[in-house]
């Protein structure tokens, strides 16, 4: 499958807002997952957020703290990322796997190693 191809990133001041985008029309397999990552130099990539393809079931990292929505159709995958802090600053990633009937979202994109090139976010204050 190809990797996928994130968009959207820039840079912006402090509270405001950016949209990004990724192209997933490799992954539209409705048992499938979906996810946005982000990930700083020297730190771990952490999720952001997930959704099933299924039926568009969401879950959010704490840190989010209702500041960003995910949200899907067949072939993009989109993260709202409002009111932005300088904590915000990384790349940003999607991925997404496919979802074992027991299983969770969180767990299913934890396996996805296909990285694409990201898309960058910077925040100043």
């Known amino acids: 499958q190809a990797r996928p191809v994130e968009s959207g990133g820039g840079s912006v001041q402090t509270g405001e807002s950016l949209r990004l985008s990724c192209d997933v029309s490799e992954y539209t397999r409705s048992d499938y997952c979906r996810g946005w990552f982000r990930q700083v130099p020297g730190k771990e990539r952490e999720e952001i957020a997930d959704i099933y393809v299924r039926d568009g079931t969401t879950s959010y990292a704490d840190f989010v703290q209702g500041r960003f929505t995910i949200s899907q159709d067949k072939n993009t995958l989109s993260l709202q990322l409002n009111n932005l802090k300088p904590d915000d600053t990384a790349m940003y990633y999607c991925?997404?796997?496919?979802?074992?009937?027991?299983?969770?979202?969180?767990?299913?994109?934890?396996?996805?190693?296909?990285w694409g090139q990201g898309t960058q976010v910077i925040v100043s204050s």
């Open positions: 991925a997404a796997a496919f979802k074992s009937l027991w299983g969770s979202c969180r767990a299913a994109v934890a396996t996805f190693r296909n």
